[in-house]
């Protein structure tokens, strides 16, 4: 059975910095490149950064790149989303997802590209909630 389960999110100031975390289970974590996302009441969601299988790759948004990081450890199926200098404009829901692979020449591609479509990403989690205050 697929699970994803995002943790790690809370109220927090201005300025201030939270560490989220995806714990993946049920299919095979190092095959998949992995993304985050986030929405905001209202908003559609949005990719926020996505990592390649390797770890070797990573895109980031334009309005967190410089504050957030993404990482993952394969061996623990973890990803992880540190985030500093957070602002109002961050807070929202936030989720993480596996890339959909695509399939070529005998081989299944699971990518993180520098565009972050949730249409392009499966095995959502339930979500973390993650609110800035002014």
């Known amino acids: 059975q697929v699970q994803v389960v995002e943790s790690g999110g809370g109220l927090v100031q201005a300025g201030g910095s939270l560490r989220l975390s995806c714990t993946a289970s049920g299919f095979s974590f190092d095959d998949f490149a992995m993304g985050w996302f986030r929405q905001s009441p209202g908003k559609e969601r949005e990719g926020v950064s996505c990592?390649?299988?390797?770890?070797?790759?990573?895109y980031y948004a334009v309005s967190v790149k410089g504050r957030f990081t993404i990482s993952r450890n394969n061996a623990n199926n973890t990803m992880f989303l540190q985030m500093n200098s957070l602002k109002p404009e961050d807070t929202g829901t936030y989720y993480c997802?596996?890339?959909?692979?695509?399939?070529?020449?005998?081989?299944?591609?699971?990518?993180?590209?520098?565009?972050?479509?949730?249409?392009?990403?499966?095995?959502w989690g339930q979500g973390t909630q993650v609110t800035v205050s002014s």
């Open positions: 997802a596996a890339a959909i692979p695509f399939y070529s020449g005998g081989v299944d591609y699971s990518l993180c590209t520098k565009s972050i479509y949730p249409n392009q990403y499966q095995n």
């Open positions: 990592i390649s299988i390797s770890g070797g790759t990573t």
